[in-house]
């Protein structure tokens, strides 16, 4: 399988821990984005990443979060002293060029976060 | 706010039926528009999109979706809907002005009756 690859899939994690969780885009692919996904809504932009620069963050993305993608590769999403609130589906895409060029974004599985 | 509206939460319909989803924005340049399904159990998939040129696209497994700028709607269809169509379906929205971001809706819920 040659598709967008998280992990781990599912974290379960007591308030106030940290978590980091992993994302694997399709090779060759150069912009890699992060989505946030509640239940019952669709998928909120967090941030997006050309090769290993990180180009956008939304403001949902506090300072308690941290995302990198230090070879342009494989990116980290990092949640500290998480809250409740963090509980969500965490998705990635990764896509060949610009969506005004007519790419398309793929998503992987996601991982899925609860904070007790 | 700019926003992506999806009027229905929730679509129950039989075999053979024929479904129309409907998706709004409110951007008001330029955009890029998708719809993405996600079968039970399984990731976000590209049903449909549009870029440019005919704003009536086809999609994968029969679906189509017309633009129709002046009301700023991208509508998805489907003539014939098969148990196997029960998913969740998501349009979003990609302003060109607003770099690489999709925003996408709140999502339709639909379940086709065998």
């Known amino acids: 399988d040659t598709g967008v690859s998280q992990n781990p899939r599912h974290k379960i994690t007591k308030r106030g821990q940290n978590v980091t969780f992993r994302c694997d885009p399709i090779?060759?692919?150069?912009?890699l984005y992060w989505y946030r996904q509640t239940l019952g809504q669709g998928p909120e932009f967090l941030t997006y990443?050309?090769?290993?620069?990180?180009?956008?963050k939304s403001r949902l993305l506090s300072d308690r979060f941290s995302a990198e993608r230090p070879k342009g590769s494989f990116s980290t999403l990092e949640i500290q002293r998480t809250e409740q609130g963090d509980s969500a589906m965490y998705l990635c895409?990764?896509?060949?060029?610009?969506?005004?060029?007519?790419?398309?974004?793929?998503f992987g599985p996601g991982t899925r976060l609860l904070v007790l | 706010a700019q926003s992506v509206s999806q009027h229905n939460h929730h679509v129950i319909l039989s075999e053979a039926a024929s479904l129309e989803l409907g998706c709004n924005y409110s951007?008001?340049?330029?955009?890029?528009l998708f719809w993405y399904v996600q079968y039970p159990g399984q990731h976000l998939q590209l049903l449909l999109k549009?870029?440019?040129?005919?704003?009536l696209v086809k999609g994968i497994k029969g679906f189509e979706a017309e633009f129709i700028k002046s009301k700023f709607s991208f509508n998805l269809r489907k003539p014939s809907v098969q148990w196997s169509d029960t998913a969740e379906y998501f349009c979003?929205?990609?302003?060109?002005?607003?770099?690489?971001?999709?925003?996408f809706g709140g999502g339709t819920r639909v379940l086709v009756k065998p």
């Open positions: 895409a990764s896509s060949p060029g610009d969506l005004g060029r007519g790419e398309t974004q793929y």
């Open positions: 090779s060759e692919h150069n912009r």
């Open positions: 990443f050309q090769n290993e620069a990180q180009l956008e």
């Open positions: 951007y008001g340049g330029t955009v890029n």
């Open positions: 549009y870029f440019s040129g005919d704003p």
């Open positions: 979003a929205v990609n302003p060109q002005a607003a770099g690489n971001k999709l925003t």
